[in-house]
């Protein structure tokens, strides 16, 4: 008797399920000024490689292509709720992914916010936080987590935990306890957080941009804050879920780093 193994690829539409399975896309429908899913579908083909990446960029097209991905998904996706006319930087780069035969795929708040393989989350496994809570209201949803480290920490620990150092990250501003047991996240661009970390008496407030209006308010506050750097802190996600992904079905996956320094 002659035996065939027969390996089940996904396809688009499987894949599209399965991310939608994890990525509470509805909760955040009315806020999120991302289209979330597919922003290209090039049909319900076989998916057999699937690339992640922070951002939608022409560089991280190219590197997608030479990997020959399939799928490519980003965090910050083309089309963010508005017209864009298809010229320019923009034609460009749909015309390579259409000539590339490569779909797109972009999660922005429901990758910030996933309590198991979102940025934020990401960063709190990273620095061994206990007792996680969500933190950090936009429109009402909680898209950050906040938490308490076993032992406090100064701001060099917690930087060597994050693998990182003071020469790498955007800026930091230590107007806070110099040891710190408690500590707010939100990635990217969320510097006005800071206002509900400091309500909630929390040591230190994590982050991705750094703001000039942020460094009095810190002061006045007497609250620790660490701009890590938008790019940088929107890693964590697309890392976990390409992991996930490649334990959970029979696909390559791989994270392309196009870092910004920003």
Known sequence: MIWTCYTL?????????????????????????????FQVDQGNRPVKKVAFAVDASLETFKRAADWNADVLFVHHGLFWGIPVAVTNNHFERLSFLIDNHISLYAAHLPLDM????????GIAFQLKLNNLQPFGSYKGVKIGVSGSFEQEKDIKEILDLLDTDQNEVLGILPFGKKKISTAAIVSGGATREITQAMEQNIDLFITGDLSHETYHTCQEGGINMISA????????GPKLLSEKLKKDKTVETVFIDVPTGL
């Not at 750097?229 to 964590?236: I, M």
């Open 9 to 37: 690829i996904m396809n688009t539409e499987e894949l599209d399920s399965y991310f939608r399975e994890i990525l509470d896309m509805t909760i955040v429908a009315g806020i999120d000024s991302s289209m979330n899913g």
């Open 229 to 236: 750097g938008h790019y940088f802190t929107e890693t964590f």
């Open 114 to 121: 996933n309590p198991i393989i979102g940025n934020n989350y």
